[in-house]
């Protein structure tokens, strides 16, 4: 059974840091192109980060508000993907989700439909 699971989420000061962890079982990440997308109260959902899988350059890319803040990268080994945070500020907070696709190279977009989706977890940026 394939399964996402994002952990790794919490309370924060503003200026500090989270990483959270997306861990895969019941497929072959190494295949699999994988997002991080954040749904704020009140807010639709929006992408974050993706990265591509090796076939597919391995490259990471980013929502324009996260850029220069969070780096995102892929142990497949470990069946694990990580978001790094730092700099988190108040309109960071949200519930953060992970997604799978069996794509080559990561699609970054609101509204793309990953085939696999994780359960979230909830970061909170607040003092």
């Known amino acids: 059974q394939l399964q996402l699971v994002a952990s790794g989420g919490g309370l924060v000061q503003p200026g500090g840091s989270l990483r959270l962890s997306c861990e895969a079982s019941?497929?072959?990440?190494?295949?699999?192109?994988i997002g991080w997308f954040r749904q704020a109260p009140g807010k639709e959902r929006e992408v974050v980060s993706c990265i591509s899988t090796f076939g597919g350059g391995g490259e990471a890319n980013y929502a324009d508000s996260v850029k220069g803040r969070f780096t995102m990268s892929r142990d497949n080994a470990e069946k694990t993907v990580y978001l790094q945070m730092s700099g988190l500020k108040p309109e960071d907070t949200g519930v953060y989700y992970c997604?799978?696709?069996?794509?080559?190279?990561?699609?970054?977009?609101?509204?793309?439909?990953?085939?696999?989706w994780g359960q979230g977890t909830q970061v909170t940026v607040s003092s």
């Open positions: 997604a799978a696709d069996r794509i080559r190279r990561c699609v970054l977009a609101n509204n793309y439909e990953y085939d696999y």
């Open positions: 019941g497929f072959t990440l190494e295949n699999y192109s």
